[in-house]
């Protein structure tokens, strides 16, 4: 996503009176509409105290669904990755007829509901779904695993690293690879000695936010997950869980670890924005 | 953004012999085609292909009798009428956002700035919860909001706001790249020649910014209408009255009425890819005025 990158010098001196009441009215805005709820998290998940907040962050149950997350997003975020370096190289490295068509199947599961993407999956890999007979045959359970899972978040993730890779090696062109090329260097060391250098800021800034969207995704997830509690929960699923038990105070402290996964997102994410800059991105 | 519109704006004619003469130049064409279609396939296609060909098993007598259903059809009423009050709001705050993080240069600006993708790096469930807390009767929010005759917990009012909330950094981050590309100049002539600073903005600034708040505009309502963790928690989900698409959809499963679920899913589908082809088609138009000018 693009980001201010105007020299200072261009900008308008210290406002007037009339930006004045804009950015006040900004900051006030803000400050009611996103950093409220960002701060009641806290408020809430320490509503009994310290040591209730501890005994919730260390619960089994909450423990087991961290390291669910963990892995999931473990085997999710590098075959991704390899995704978008793939189609990326593909798309801005060569011709070929139906480019568009190709980049808007990309785009699709950013505009399709969580929620119907979990439907997609269970009517593929479910008893009733298109596969189902036939999996049922070879005796392999897909729905309501942990694959499930790891199965839905590759789609709900899929475009983000190809979507930050596509616009930069655009820009950036060939004639440094076809340079390589002509040299005699070999396919892996053209990517790997001119074209990774070039991309591998925007390809983590991609990967921060796949990342995050892999750790926090609830919708789809929870189609496919099954909810079975210290099984195929995962941490947005637990918050989702203990909230619906009665538990606020425990969905909080759950949810503080989610909203530390936010912060260190956003701060890498604004980190990584620098230096994409000078490579031409953003 | 999408991918497809970025790319035009940044590809350089090129003439088919010579590119034709470039294919083979670099290797690993068919490697990396052939993993990105095989990827896509497996992963996107499949999965929605699936979707679409079992609910045409159903027939569409089945399927019209699910989507014109009572219930089927409040629900797409709370799912527009909510995030349409989302999108307005964010067209107005999203607009006033990255119009004074692109224009002014104030402490707290770079914080202020980062906070605007919080709503994209949290986690919807968590957003969700969160918002409830603070607009219930007895939150920051609600417990001075609620005496004042304004309900929003599990009423269309808190559908939007969680709507709103999830979708906002789509309009600024659309919108705050073309407001830093414009050029004083025309202000400042605007200025010369006495108009106001309302003139100069509804004249000279917005017509310029318009294409792109629209394609914000439209990606923050598209995100809204399949939004579903943030949504949940505060809606109450009363039938008739907060119960929204995706939610109907998730009731359905649970009561394993496979071919209800499926046949609202792929209303939801359509929708999607309605906006999905809209707003390409905003960002294609928006990208040719910029070569024009």
């Known amino acids: 996503m693009a980001i201010s990158h105007q020299p200072d010098s261009l900008l308008q001196a210290p406002p007037s009176k009339a930006p004045r009441w804009l950015i006040g009215a900004g900051i006030v805005l803000t400050a009611l509409f996103i950093v409220g709820p960002l701060l009641i998290i806290f408020d809430q998940a320490l509503a009994k105290g ?37 189609a990326a190289w593909a798309i801005t490295k060569f011709e070929f007829p139906g480019k568009k068509l190709l980049l808007t199947t990309i785009d699709i599961p950013f505009s399709v509901s969580p929620i119907v993407a979990g ?19 070879m005796d392999v359970r897909v729905m309501f695993t942990v694959p499930a899972i790891m199965l839905v978040t590759l789609f709900v993730t899929s475009p983000f690293v190809a979507r930050e890779l596509i616009p930069l090696m655009q820009v950036q062109g060939r004639d440094q690879e076809e340079v390589a090329a002509t040299l005699g260097a070999s396919g892996w060391q053209i990517f790997r000695r001119v074209t990774l250098p070039n ?24 189609v496919v997950s099954g909810n079975i509690r210290g099984q195929t929960n995962t941490l947005p699923l637990q918050v989702q869980l203990l909230y619906h038990d009665y ?8 949810a503080t670890i989610l909203t530390l996964l936010a912060f260190v997102t956003l701060i890498l994410k604004a980190w990584l924005e620098r230096h994409t800059r000078g490579q031409g991105g953003h | 953004m999408s991918i497809s519109a970025t790319l035009d704006q940044t590809q350089p004619p090129r003439p088919a012999v010579k590119s034709r ?28 292909a699936a979707l679409i060909l079992k609910t045409a098993d159903g027939g ?37 956002m990255a119009w004074v993080l692109a224009r002014y240069r104030f402490p707290g600006r770079r914080i202020l700035d980062a906070l605007i993708d919080l709503p994209f790096a949290l986690p919807t469930a968590v957003a969700g919860i969160a918002l409830t807390a603070l607009y219930a009767g007895n939150g920051w929010f609600g417990h001075i ?25 789509f309009v600024v981050r659309t919108v705050q790249p073309v407001i830093e590309e414009l050029k004083a100049e025309t202000e400042e002539a605007a200025a010369t020649l006495g108009a106001s600073d309302w003139q100069i903005f509804t004249r000279v600034i917005y017509p310029a910014i318009f294409p792109a708040h629209l394609a914000g505009c439209a990606m923050s309502f598209a995100r809204s209408m399949g939004e579903f963790g943030a949504v949940i928690f505060i809606a109450g989900n009363l039938p008739f009255q907060t119960e929204i698409a995706p939610l109907l959809i ?31 088609a905003i960002q294609a138009w928006r990208l040719k005025r910029v070569v024009k000018d």
């Open chain 1, 50 to 86: 310290l040591a209730v907040f501890r005994a919730n962050l260390l619960h089994a149950e909450t423990l087991h669904a961290v390291w669910l997350t963990v892995v999931t997003a473990l085997v999710v975020v590098p075959l991704n990755i390899l995704f978008g370096v793939a």
């Open chain 1, 119 to 137: 439907v997609c999956y269970l009517l593929l890999y479910g008893s009733n779904g298109l596969f189902g007979p036939w999996l049922e045959a």
């Open chain 1, 199 to 222: 991309i591998k800021w925007a390809l983590l800034y991609g990967a921060v936010l796949c990342n995050a969207r892999a750790m926090g995704e609830f919708g789809a997830v929870s």
């Open chain 1, 247 to 254: 538990n606020a105070t425990g969905a909080f402290a759950a």
């Open chain 2, 21 to 48: 003469a470039r294919r083979r130049v670099l290797p690993g064409f068919g490697l990396t085609m052939g993993a990105t279609l095989f990827y896509l396939a497996l992963i996107v296609l499949l999965p929605v």
């Open chain 2, 60 to 96: 569409f007598l089945r399927f019209w009798q699910v989507i014109s259903s009572p219930r089927a059809i409040a629900a797409f009423e709370v799912t527009i009428g909510a995030a349409l009050i989302a999108t307005a709001f964010n067209a107005i705050y999203g607009l006033l």
């Open chain 2, 145 to 169: 909001l609620e005496p004042a005759g304004v309900k929003v917990v599990y009423t269309i009012v808190g559908v939007a706001v969680a709507m709103a909330f999830t979708s906002v950094p």
């Open chain 2, 250 to 280: 998730f009731i359905r499963l649970e009561e394993y009425d496979y071919p209800a679920a499926s046949a609202i899913a792929v209303v939801l589908l359509a929708v999607a890819f309605t906006l999905l082809l809209t707003t390409n």
